[in-house]
């Protein structure tokens, strides 16, 4: 009877942080997989079965995701697994679902790049999507040489400081100072001290929540925006947004596949049904990851309408190159043997409490290293 069951479901296990200090993020990931699904059921399914979503709340903490990543693929024996934003999150779903399960997982969010397994594929932008255009742009624009670089200690603010150090320098800029702090660090006076006195024209911060809001807070008291500074965290949206008062980021730049002012017919369309469907503070942005869970559900979906069966293998052969001719912010598409997408990009900025698009980008390759040939299930 189970067995039975099995057959006529197709499950998508989706792991969200919809509680601790990420929540205002994983609730919005986790009603975006509702939405898709909800879409996908509405069509009929795939291959003529009914998808089930198998949601799990990961509380901001990696163990919990690893926890709930060996439940979805030992206990649920999900097709596929989706989520997780803070890279050390990927890094603690991928022993369970990967490594052990072999199970193949999409992770959605922006990252450092260099996620090279033959059962992952990512979704989101990588530094030759974000750092590569932005860095340029932001220093012809501004005349700005100087960085200061106050980031989170884990993996994603250290791979991606050493792509803005070579971006920057190559470009006649230098880096000033470069420091890292616990994630749920709130004391930064010393930092905006030496901020002040290395002369910094501009703050790319890769601090992250809970340690984010004093740090604006206490970078804006210290009068650097004032003094002409400029502000930048690529990785800020609209739900990012909302948690700091506007006075404190304004002017800063981002630089994402996605944000709620991308004028497209089919963006805004997206951006209504989801308002429509959750009315609320859990935003639909880029940054958090709710743009790049879409584009990993619809890529998926279309690998498995390609490939005809759940076979893995099969699969995958299919993501490899897979492609969505309509998506947040734009199309996209799989680089074929990269297992990551190109996709549109834009830098914004935050002027009274919304962003603005400031420069669309146009469609980037993610430029990551070949992918060995990809593994069947065992």
Same mark, same amino acid.
Not at 16 to 27: C, E, I, K, M, Y
Not at 170 to 177: K, P, S
Not at 290 to 313: D, F, K, M, N, P
């Given at each position: 009877?189970?067995?039975?069951?099995?057959?006529?479901?197709?499950?998508?296990?989706?792991?969200?942080?919809?509680?601790?200090?990420?929540?205002?993020?994983?609730?919005? *990931? %986790?009603?975006?997989?509702?939405?898709?699904?909800?879409?996908?059921?509405?069509?009929?399914?795939?291959?003529?079965?009914?998808?089930?979503?198998?949601? #799990?709340?990961?509380?901001?903490?990696?163990?919990?995701?690893?926890?709930? %990543?060996?439940?979805?693929?030992?206990?649920?024996?999900?097709?596929? +697994?989706?989520?997780?934003? @803070?890279?050390?999150?990927?890094?603690?779903?991928?022993?369970?679902?990967?490594?052990?399960?072999?199970?193949?997982?999409? @992770?959605?969010?922006?990252?450092?790049?260099?996620?090279? *397994?033959? $059962?992952?594929?990512?979704?989101?932008?990588?530094?030759?999507?974000?750092?590569?255009?932005?860095?340029?742009?932001?220093?012809?624009?501004?005349?700005?040489?100087?960085?200061?670089?106050?980031?989170?200690?884990?993996?994603?603010?250290?791979?991606?400081?050493?792509?803005?150090?070579?971006?920057?320098?190559?470009?006649?800029?230098?880096?000033?100072?470069?420091? @890292?702090?616990?994630?749920?660090?709130?004391?930064?006076?010393?930092?905006?001290?030496?901020? =002040?006195?290395?002369?910094?024209?501009?703050?790319?911060?890769?601090?992250?929540?809970?340690?984010?809001?004093?740090?604006?807070?206490?970078?804006?008291?210290?009068?650097?925006?004032?003094?002409?500074?400029?502000?930048?965290?690529?990785?800020?949206?609209?739900?990012?947004?909302?948690?700091?008062?506007? !006075?404190?980021?304004?002017?800063?730049?981002?630089?994402?596949?996605?944000?709620?002012?991308?004028?497209?017919?089919?963006?805004?369309?997206?951006?209504?049904?989801? #308002?429509? $469907? @959750?009315?609320?503070? %859990?935003?639909?942005?880029?940054?958090?990851?709710?743009?790049?869970?879409?584009?990993?559900?619809?890529?998926?979906? =279309?690998?498995?309408? #390609?490939?005809?069966?759940?076979?893995?293998?099969?699969?995958?052969? !299919?993501?490899?190159?897979?492609?969505? =001719? #309509?998506?947040?912010?734009?199309?996209?598409?799989? +680089?074929?043997?990269?297992?990551?997408?190109?996709? *549109?990009?834009?830098?914004?900025?935050?002027?009274?409490?919304?962003?603005?698009?400031?420069?669309?980008?146009?469609?980037?390759?993610?430029?990551?290293?070949?992918?060995?040939?990809?593994?069947?299930?065992?």
């Amino acid at each position: 009877m189970a067995q039975s069951t099995r057959e006529r479901s197709i499950k998508v296990g989706v792991i969200a942080d919809q509680t601790g200090p990420l929540s205002f993020v994983g609730l919005a *990931n %986790a009603n975006v997989a509702r939405m898709v699904i909800g879409d996908i059921n509405a069509k009929g399914g795939l291959l003529g079965r009914h998808v089930e979503l198998c949601l #799990e709340d990961s509380e901001t903490n990696d163990a919990v995701a690893a926890a709930k %990543a060996t439940r979805l693929v030992e206990h649920e024996r999900v097709d596929v +697994v989706l989520g997780g934003i @803070y890279s050390s999150t990927r890094q603690a779903i991928k022993g369970p679902a990967v490594a052990r399960g072999k199970t193949l997982y999409i @992770y959605p969010e922006q990252y450092e790049g260099q996620e090279c *397994n033959p $059962l992952i594929f990512c979704t989101g932008p990588v530094p030759a999507q974000q750092v590569d255009p932005f860095i340029p742009w932001l220093m012809q624009k501004t005349g700005a040489r100087k960085f200061y670089l106050p980031s989170a200690d884990y993996i994603w603010p250290h791979v991606m400081n050493k792509k803005v150090r070579e971006v920057v320098t190559a470009n006649g800029g230098a880096i000033v100072g470069e420091e @890292y702090f616990p994630l749920d660090h709130t004391d930064y006076r010393a930092t905006v001290e030496k901020i =002040a006195s290395s002369g910094a024209e501009v703050v790319f911060t890769m601090i992250v929540p809970p340690g984010l809001t004093p740090f604006f807070e206490q970078l804006h008291a210290s009068g650097f925006r004032a003094r002409g500074g400029q502000l930048v965290c690529t990785y800020f949206d609209e739900n990012f947004l909302n948690m700091v008062p506007a !006075a404190h980021v304004e002017g800063l730049y981002s630089c994402l596949d996605y944000y709620q002012g991308v004028s497209d017919p089919f963006s805004q369309k997206l951006l209504a049904q989801y #308002e429509t $469907l @959750y009315p609320g503070h %859990a935003l639909f942005t880029g940054g958090s990851a709710c743009s790049g869970l879409y584009r990993g559900l619809r890529l998926w979906a =279309a690998a498995v309408t #390609e490939a005809g069966s759940l076979t893995q293998s099969d699969v995958i052969e !299919a993501l490899d190159h897979a492609e969505i =001719a #309509e998506g947040p912010g734009g199309p996209a598409a799989m +680089v074929p043997g990269q297992h990551h997408a190109r996709m *549109n990009m834009y830098i914004a900025q935050a002027r009274g409490g919304h962003f603005q698009i400031i420069k669309s980008l146009g469609a980037i390759d993610p430029q990551e290293q070949l992918v060995a040939t990809p593994m069947a299930t065992s």
